[in-house]
T-cell receptor, first 111, second 113 residues
Framework: DADVTQTPRNRITKTGKRIMLECSQT?????MYWYRQDPGLGLRLIYY???????NKGEISDGYSVSRQAQAKFSLSLESAIPNQTALYFCATSDLGEKLFFGSGTQLSVL | GESVGLHLPTLSVQEGDNSIINCAYS??????FIWYKQESGKGPQFIID?????DKRQGQRVTVLLNKTVKHLSLQIAATQPGDSAVYFC????????????FGTGTRLLVSP
């Protein structure tokens, strides 16, 4: 079983729709993150959370929101999706160090 | 090296060869570096890391070399196998904590049998 599980794996939606991407982990890590990956660009941080009561914006948080429902669950929402949010989204976890453990990703396409 | 635009640089090698993948990092104050491997359809997978107080670190079939003078990082893979085919990218920690982790765009490694 995967340690970091993302659902769905693929999603196609239309402009203006609300979308939620979910992430759950069995690694027991307190820290969870959402990144997006675009062709030709490195991974960019959207939001991160050090524990259930701690939520922080990353470098590209505009247009996104998150919810940390439990230590093991961290969801990413696009309140009103737009085409330039088409990307591959990754959830990651870590313990106290910088080493990140990634999920398999969600490919989102906004038409 | 790092990519420009949409096309990743590609390194093609024969099975059994040694591979060297390079990365130029941006910040002379970076104190931690990490290499990830990303196979098609999968998330990035940790390979090896190194702190700035070291020049070299070895793992199983992999070695990371750090040259702080020229801000250069390399990943050496010994006896490359077809299963090593993937995109490899480096990341640097430019400040305090993970949130300063800056990722490179990657190099595609193709291993021919």
């Amino acid at each position: 079983d995967a340690d970091v599980t993302q659902t769905p794996r693929n999603r196609i939606t239309k402009t203006g729709k609300r979308i939620m991407l979910e992430c759950s982990q069995t690694k027991g890590h307190d820290r969870m993150y959402w990144y997006r990956q675009d062709p030709g660009l490195g991974l960019r941080l959207i939001y991160y959370s050090f524990d259930v009561k701690d939520i922080n914006k990353g470098e590209i948080s505009d247009g996104y929101s998150v919810s940390r429902q439990a230590q093991a669950k961290f969801s990413l929402s696009l309140e009103s999706a737009i085409p330039n949010q088409t990307a591959l989204y990754f959830c990651a976890t870590s313990d106290l160090g910088e080493k990140l453990f990634f999920g398999s990703g969600t490919q989102l396409s906004v038409l | 090296g790092e990519s420009v635009g949409l096309h990743l640089p590609t390194l093609s090698v024969q099975e059994g060869d040694n591979s060297i993948i390079n990365c130029a990092y941006s910040n002379s104050a970076s104190d931690y570096f990490i290499w990830y491997k990303q196979e098609s359809g999968k998330g990035p997978q940790f390979i090896i890391d190194i702190r700035s107080n070291m020049d070299k670190r070895q793992g199983q079939r992999v070695t990371v070399l750090l040259n702080k003078t020229v801000k250069h990082l390399s990943l050496q893979i010994a006896a490359t196998q077809p299963g090593d085919s993937a995109v490899y990218f480096c990341a640097e920690n430019t400040g305090e904590g993970f949130q300063k982790l800056v990722f490179g765009t990657g190099t595609r490694l193709l291993v021919s049998p």
